[in-house]
């Protein structure tokens, strides 16, 4: 590739959010377009179809948030499923819990994945090679339609924006597929889009969820380059989630080791929901 720096934009809604440095790869995949940019200060960018996805700056932003509200209060040895998540950065926050005895990546484009262990290993870095990780290239609706009653502890949606082939990831019967193969106490932990850029699709997963899940929870961050930058989790179980308690000594040290998360954070985030979306969920 040349040494030329341009700029590469995300599209929405009438603005732009841009990058600018020197694209490392430019490629289109069966399902999409995939480049990796160097920006000067957002390091490697991953843009996928038009989408930031994650930066070598800024996705501990998002994959700590997506992780850890969920892992540090699971009480047991934990099956874990990633629906997306090709970049690795979620399988390198889950890696870090001893009490993970399997990890399930499913991504539906082998391109994401070979361009990111190429392109963006310092994302995924060792947990690439972690024993409990098994990496498959399947559609996560059909892999959670073929998985058997009862069989994930957690759950992550690491998906894109709803697109032509992400849709389903939103829908309401893939949630009702996703609690069917949680245990009891289970938890689906799901990015659930931007309150302002994506507000729609944002109320639409939170409402859907509350339907479905005896109890969901929203917690709202900063992923500085997705548009408008904030950004939402979204955390659901068919019994009463505990996401504030830290089980055990290995958390402490995990907690420490993060660079956004931390309990407080996490408590504080539980309670930035934005008012015109409290009253929209109550409308
Ligand atoms: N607007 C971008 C939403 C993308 C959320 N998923 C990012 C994947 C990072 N692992």
């Not at 390198?92 to 499913?106: F, G, M, P, T």
């Not at 994302?123 to 498959?136: F, M, P, Q, T, V």
């Not at 959670?144 to 992400?166: A, G, L």
Request: hydrophobic share 35%.
């Amino acid at each position: 590739m040349t040494n030329i720096t341009t700029w590469i934009d995300e599209y929405h809604k009438g603005s732009r959010f841009g990058l600018n440095g020197k694209i490392l790869i430019k490629k289109t995949s069966k399902y999409q377009e995939i480049i990796v940019i160097e920006n000067e200060y957002y390091g490697k960018a991953l843009m996928l179809d038009g989408c930031w996805m994650t930066s070598l700056k800024d996705d501990k932003y998002y994959h700590e948030c997506l992780v850890h509200p969920a892992l540090s209060s699971i009480d047991e040895k934990s099956n874990v499923l990633i629906i997306g998540g090709g970049d690795g950065g979620t399988i390198r926050e889950c890696v870090k819990y001893s009490r993970i005895s399997k990890i399930d990546l499913v991504e539906i484009d082998e391109e994401v994945i070979k361009i990111s262990k190429k392109f963006l290993r310092e994302i995924g870095s060792e947990a690439w090679n972690d024993k409990r990780l098994e990496i498959h290239v399947d559609d996560g609706v059909k892999w959670v339609k073929k998985t058997r009653d009862n069989f994930y502890d957690v759950i992550f949606i690491d998906s894109s924006d709803p697109s032509e082939f992400s849709n389903l990831l939103f829908s309401d019967s893939f949630y009702k597929e996703c609690k069917r193969i949680l245990t009891p106490s289970g938890i689906l932990a799901t990015q659930s889009e931007s309150p302002e850029s994506f507000k729609n699709i944002h109320i639409n997963i939170l409402k859907t969820l509350k339907n479905i899940f005896k109890v969901s929870e929203t917690m709202y961050s900063f992923v500085p380059i997705y548009p408008s930058g904030i950004w939402s989790w979204t955390f659901a179980s068919s019994e009463n989630l505990n996401l504030s308690k830290q089980n055990y000594d290995e958390v402490l040290k995990i907690e420490k080791g993060c660079e956004i998360w931390n309990l407080d954070f996490q408590n504080a985030a539980f309670k930035m929901m934005p008012n015109k979306i409290v009253k929209e969920l109550d409308s």
